[in-house]
């Protein structure tokens, strides 16, 4: 049984005893009656009772006392019910505990297993870049850098940030002549997607990673980032991860790497100064290139 089948299993049992505690409530409230009715009817007779009255109110009493006595005993019966559900819902609790457990760590068993598969991917890309440093050849990687950057920064996003985040940082950096490569901008209709990506990959200075629920779980955010690694693993820092909309766990779930870096959030920044911490790190030069590109643009 898994761990959700146990929680129905919790679940229902807690209606059961809920039902159980109403009818024992129902029960006590109807013994309290019966208890009065007798205790009123005693009260009623008197010396000057005569007999054939107090023969009635003896068969009164009598009745009362025979329902009163199966009310006593649906109440025995009630109870040993609670006390039985009681006990098969602490069973039932350190069940689900132990499935839980259990489902915890088969989850961390299939997370190390990635990361491990991962950490061999790296290192074999790795292994081969020192050997080919190490045999003095210089085969030009798909991503190495070429000295003739066309883009400041490449912005990996998944579609559904757009509107929420990618357009607006996009549009800021765009404003401060920040050469962006974005797809709405960078590829048109009949493009090779896969091309144009590797194109604007190769072509930039840094790789703006927005880290969101939909970005790790969609493929071709994976092979931007895929991407990035590599260029980074050639080039150096290149990798500027954005946080939106998503927690710390599920960056560490997603990737340890990423985790483990210093990262902006949508939370605390808005994307006019998101665009300001990128231009602190761009070389003045690109900058002073764009603005003079502004300035050779005649006016309408």
């Given at each position: 049984?898994?761990?959700?089948?146990?929680?129905r299993t919790l679940n229902q049992l807690d209606k059961e005893l809920a039902d159980l505690e109403k009818k024992l409530a129902e029960l006590a409230k109807k013994?309290?009656?019966?208890?009065?009715?007798?205790?009123?009817?005693?009260?009623?007779?008197?010396?000057?009772?005569?007999?054939?009255?107090?023969?009635?109110?003896?068969?009164?009493?009598?009745?009362?006392?025979?329902?009163?006595?199966?009310?006593?005993?649906?109440?025995?019966?009630?109870?040993?019910?609670?006390?039985?559900?009681?006990?098969?819902?602490?069973?039932?609790?350190?069940?689900?505990?132990?499935?839980?457990?259990?489902?915890?760590?088969?989850?961390?068993?299939?997370?190390?297993?990635?990361?491990?598969?991962?950490?061999?991917?790296?290192?074999?890309?790795?292994?081969?870049?020192?050997?080919?440093?190490?045999?003095?050849?210089?085969?030009?990687?798909?991503?190495?850098?070429?000295?003739?950057?066309?883009?400041?920064?490449?912005?990996?996003?998944?579609?559904?940030?757009?509107?929420?985040?990618?357009?607006?940082?996009?549009?800021?950096?765009?404003?401060?002549?920040?050469?962006?490569?974005?797809?709405?901008?960078?590829?048109?209709?009949?493009?090779?997607?896969?091309?144009?990506?590797?194109?604007?990959?190769?072509?930039?200075?840094?790789?703006?990673?927005?880290?969101?629920?939909?970005?790790?779980?969609?493929?071709?955010?994976?092979?931007?980032?895929?991407?990035?690694?590599?260029?980074?693993?050639?080039?150096?820092?290149?990798?500027?991860?954005?946080?939106?909309?998503?927690?710390?766990?599920?960056?560490?779930?997603?990737?340890?790497?990423?985790?483990?870096?210093k990262a902006l959030n949508t939370a605390m920044f808005s994307a006019r100064e998101i665009a300001d911490e990128l231009i602190k790190i761009l070389p003045s030069?690109?900058?002073?290139?764009?603005?003079?590109?502004?300035?050779?643009?005649?006016?309408?």
């Amino acid at each position: 049984m898994s761990a959700d089948q146990t929680r129905r299993t919790l679940n229902q049992l807690d209606k059961e005893l809920a039902d159980l505690e109403k009818k024992l409530a129902e029960l006590a409230k109807k013994e309290a009656d019966k208890t009065k009715q007798i205790n009123d009817v005693q009260k009623s007779i008197t010396k000057n009772t005569s007999a054939s009255m107090l023969s009635s109110k003896r068969r009164q009493i009598q009745g009362y006392q025979n329902e009163l006595a199966k009310v006593v005993d649906d109440k025995a019966y009630i109870n040993k019910k609670i006390a039985d559900k009681r006990m098969k819902r602490a069973d039932t609790t350190v069940k689900l505990q132990r499935e839980e457990a259990a489902e915890m760590q088969k989850a961390y068993k299939a997370q190390q297993a990635i990361q491990r598969g991962y950490e061999r991917q790296i290192a074999d890309l790795s292994a081969q870049i020192t050997k080919q440093l190490s045999a003095n050849k210089s085969p030009r990687h798909i991503y190495e850098e070429s000295g003739h950057e066309e883009y400041d920064v490449f912005i990996s996003h998944a579609s559904e940030d757009k509107a929420g985040f990618a357009d607006a940082l996009c549009k800021e950096l765009n404003a401060s002549g920040v050469k962006v490569w974005y797809d709405a901008l960078s590829i048109g209709w009949g493009d090779s997607l896969r091309a144009k990506i590797d194109d604007g990959l190769k072509k930039s200075r840094f790789g703006i990673v927005i880290l969101s629920k939909d970005y790790i779980s969609k493929g071709w955010t994976q092979y931007e980032l895929d991407g990035l690694f590599q260029i980074e693993m050639t080039n150096g820092k290149t990798i500027l991860p954005i946080w939106h909309n998503i927690t710390k766990d599920e960056v560490q779930a997603f990737s340890p790497t990423l985790a483990g870096r210093k990262a902006l959030n949508t939370a605390m920044f808005s994307a006019r100064e998101i665009a300001d911490e990128l231009i602190k790190i761009l070389p003045s030069a690109s900058l002073a290139d764009a603005a003079e590109e502004r300035e050779d643009i005649p006016n309408g």
